[in-house]
């Protein structure tokens, strides 16, 4: 009679590096960029799996720069939209708009473009 195997077998997980532990980012900049593309591309997740209509809300992070910031920061999909149309637009938490000039603001967020100074803060 066959009787069935069980084989166990030890593969160790990869250790992946951590946030503090990635290459630095090396600009304020920078890292508003990469939040922008982190936020694009969980809103065309969203949009690709969507089941029904569209949300009233979308969720994003804020785009402050601040290394050690993951705010997350709700706002109509109108108003993320029109902050995309301008390269040079972020979306921040009302207390993260340092070095920013403030284009618009809400209770629960902040429009902001980079002054000539928060371009290369650290």
Do not use: K, W
Not at 45 to 61: I, L
Not at 68 to 89: A, F, K, M, N, T
Request: aromatic residues 6%.
């Amino acid at each position: 009679m066959d009787r069935p195997v069980c084989l166990f077998l030890y593969c160790p997980t990869p250790r992946l590096p951590s946030v503090r532990e990635a290459e630095p980012i090396s600009t304020n900049l920078e890292r508003r960029s990469l939040l922008r593309e982190v936020n694009e591309r969980i809103r065309d997740a969203n949009d690709t799996f969507r089941v029904g209509d569209v949300p009233d809300t979308v969720e994003v992070f804020c785009e402050c720069g601040q290394p050690d910031c993951l705010q997350r920061l709700v706002v109509s999909p109108e108003i993320y939209e029109s902050v995309r149309e301008i390269d040079g637009h972020f979306l921040v938490a009302p207390t993260h708009r340092q070095n920013a000039e403030v284009v618009a603001m809400d209770d629960a967020y902040c429009v902001v473009t980079l002054m000539s100074d928060g371009l290369h803060s650290p």
